[in-house]
C-alpha cells in the first residue's frame, strides 16, 4: 500500500514539474513519468534502501518516452501500451537496482536529467516538494465519466447538461459552438475520426455524441457504431473556436463554452469549468461501483466482479490485500 500511494506521488508530482513543454512537443507524461513512479512503487514494496531506490530512478528515466503520434488520423492503439509500457519498464529498473545494477544519481533534477531534456524553461522543480507528505496526490484521483480524453469531459458535459435541461433532440440542433483552448483546437479537433483512439481525441466527435447518442458508452467509440449516421450528421454542425478565459485557465482547468442554437432560433450557453469525477466535483461510490461493473461486466461474470467489489471495500481489513488478489484471480480462472 505503501508503494502505492508513493507510486502516485511521484508520478503526480513529477508530471506537474515537467510542466507544459513536454506535451505541446509531443511526449506522452503516462510513458514519461510513469517508468520512475513505477520503479519507486515496487522499490518501496520491496524495502529496498534509499540508494538501491536512486539508482532504479535513474535506470527509469532512461526509459522514460511515448510519442503522441497517436493522436493523429491513422494513431492506432499505442495509447493503450503507454501506462503498460512505463510498468514494466519501471519493474525493469527495480529488477537492475535490486541486483547492483547502478544508474544516475541525479536523472530527475541534474545535468540532462528529465527536468532540463523533457520539461526545459518551462519545468517547475518546485512541483517536487511543495506540500510534500501533507497534500497526496492519491486523494486528488479523478474517475473518468467518459471514455475519452480528459480535456474533452468538460464539454461533453457542457453537452449533456443543455440536452437534459431543454429536452433537446438531435434534430432540433441547428449549431455547436464550443470555445475551447489552444491546446485543444491542436490536439483535439478532428472532424472526421475514422478509428477509436481519434474519435476519443475530438471534441466534435464527442459533443456530437452527447448529442445523438451516448457519450459514457465505450462501445460507441467501436466499429461499426464509430459511424452511426446520425452522430457523423451532426458532426456537421459542431464548430470550435478560441476562447480566452478557456485558454487563460489551462492547464490548470479544462474548462469549456458551449453554445447550442435550435432550428427555431433559440441559443443556449453552458461554462464548465470542472469537470464531473474530478477533486473539485468527485463521483460518488455509487458512481464509481456503477462504472467498474458496467466495464468489468464486458470480461467477467456479474458476480466475479461483485466479489472484487466487496474485497476492495474490504481492504482495510487485516486480509484485505490478500483477500482482493484472489478475488481478482479468481474472476479469470
Not at 497517436?70 to 495509447?79: A, R
Not at 459552438?177 to 475530438?202: K, V, W
Not at 462504472?291 to 466475479?304: N, P, R, V
Request: charged letters at 20%; proline letters at 5%; one cysteine or more.
Amino acid at each position: 500500500m505503501a508503494g502505492i500511494i508513493a507510486g502516485y506521488e511521484l508520478d503526480s508530482r513529477l508530471g506537474a514539474a515537467l510542466g507544459a513543454a513536454p506535451i505541446a512537443r509531443g511526449f506522452h507524461t503516462t510513458s514519461v513519468a510513469g517508468p520512475l513512479a513505477a520503479a519507486l512503487a515496487a522499490c518501496i514494496a520491496a524495502g529496498e534502501t534509499p540508494g538501491t531506490m536512486a539508482s532504479a530512478l535513474g535506470i527509469a528515466a532512461s526509459t522514460s518516452s511515448g510519442l503522441k503520434a497517436f493522436q493523429q488520423g491513422s494513431g492506432g492503439m499505442v495509447k493503450r501500451l503507454h501506462g503498460g509500457l512505463g510498468a514494466a519498464n519501471g519493474m525493469l529498473a527495480w529488477q537492475l537496482a535490486s541486483r547492483g545494477f547502478s544508474g544516475p544519481q541525479a536523472a530527475i533534477g541534474g545535468h540532462f536529467g528529465l527536468m532540463a531534456v523533457f520539461g526545459g524553461p518551462e519545468s517547475r522543480p518546485a512541483a517536487l516538494t511543495d506540500g510534500l507528505g501533507e497534500d497526496w496526490a492519491i486523494r486528488r484521483n479523478w474517475i473518468k465519466v467518459y471514455p475519452c480524453c480528459a480535456l474533452i469531459h468538460t464539454t461533453i458535459q457542457a453537452v449533456e447538461q443543455i440536452r437534459r435541461e431543454q429536452g433537446l433532440h438531435a434534430e432540433e440542433v441547428a449549431r455547436v459552438r464550443i470555445g475551447t483552448s489552444e491546446r485543444c483546437l491542436i490536439q483535439n479537433g478532428d472532424r472526421d475520426p475514422r478509428e477509436p483512439m481519434a474519435a476519443q481525441y475530438s471534441i466534435p466527435f464527442n459533443a456530437a455524441l452527447a448529442l445523438a447518442g451516448d457519450a459514457r458508452d465505450p462501445n460507441a467509440f467501436l466499429p461499426p457504431r464509430l459511424e452511426d449516421p446520425a452522430v457523423r450528421r451532426m458532426l456537421e454542425r459542431v464548430e470550435l473556436h478560441l476562447d480566452a478565459e478557456v485558454d487563460a485557465a489551462y492547464p490548470d482547468r479544462f474548462g469549456t463554452h458551449v453554445a447550442i442554437t435550435t432550428r427555431d432560433g433559440r441559443t443556449v450557453e453552458r461554462r464548465v469549468w470542472d469537470a464531473h469525477g474530478t477533486p473539485a466535483d468527485p463521483c460518488t461510490a455509487d458512481e464509481i461501483r456503477e462504472k467498474f461493473a458496467k466495464l468489468a461486466g464486458s470480461a467477467i461474470s456479474h458476480q466475479a466482479a461483485a466479489r472484487i467489489v466487496a474485497a476492495v471495500e474490504d481492504v482495510d481489513a487485516a486480509a484485505g490485500p490478500s483477500t482482493l488478489a484472489a478475488a481478482i484471480r479468481s474472476a479469470f480462472d
